[in-house]
């Protein structure tokens, strides 16, 4: 071998090293709440991502989702793709105001909603049309909860536990 093509060889390593560390580095200020670090504890911290919303994933009648946690959202949204996704339809219309106007939404429950180790069962939600991700995490959901916001934190916990010091 020459010293050349041992030159290229170890810099393409290093090239490769450095950019999975910034990969793995930058991945999880993109995505800082995945299913395994929310764990399976009753309270939930969320931080914020680097666009300052709360995303997180969670299962949705046992199907692994992105979810984006709305407080101003009245009822818990799903998308009509993720809706077809989980085998859910409605034929139980109703006008709701959403954040790009009037829209008619379909009216149905979910059999869970699962956050980390938190659970609610038959939780109210709307299908929407033109929803931008899989799903809004609303208050039909977070009104069962006590949510706590602070400094880029939102704990989020099952009343079930609110005995329990935080």
């Given at each position: 071998?020459?010293?050349?093509?041992?030159?290229?060889?170890?810099?393409?390593?290093?090239?490769?090293?450095?950019?999975?560390?910034?990969?793995?580095?930058?991945d999880g200020k993109l995505h800082p709440n995945t299913s395994e670090k929310l764990g399976t504890a009753s309270e939930v911290i969320l931080q914020r991502d680097l666009s300052g919303h709360y995303r997180a994933e969670a299962f949705i009648n046992g199907t692994k989702t992105n979810i984006l946690v709305d407080t101003g959202a009245t009822d818990v949204a799903i998308s009509r793709q993720f809706a077809e996704r989980l085998g859910i339809s409605s034929i139980t219309a109703t006008r709701t105001q959403t954040a790009n106007g009037e829209t008619v939404a379909y009216m149905i429950r979910l059999d869970s909603v699962k956050l980390g180790g938190i659970e609610e069962?038959?939780?109210?939600?709307?299908?929407?049309?033109?929803?931008?991700t899989d799903m809004l995490l609303g208050m039909s959901f977070l009104n069962r909860m006590d949510v706590h916001l602070h400094q880029g934190i939102m704990t989020i916990r099952s009343a079930n536990n609110l005995n329990d010091p935080i």
């Open positions: 071998m020459n010293a050349n093509f041992k030159t290229t060889i170890g810099a393409a390593f290093l090239f490769i090293l450095l950019g999975s560390a910034l990969f793995f580095a930058f069962k038959n939780v109210s939600a709307i299908i929407v049309n033109n929803l931008s």
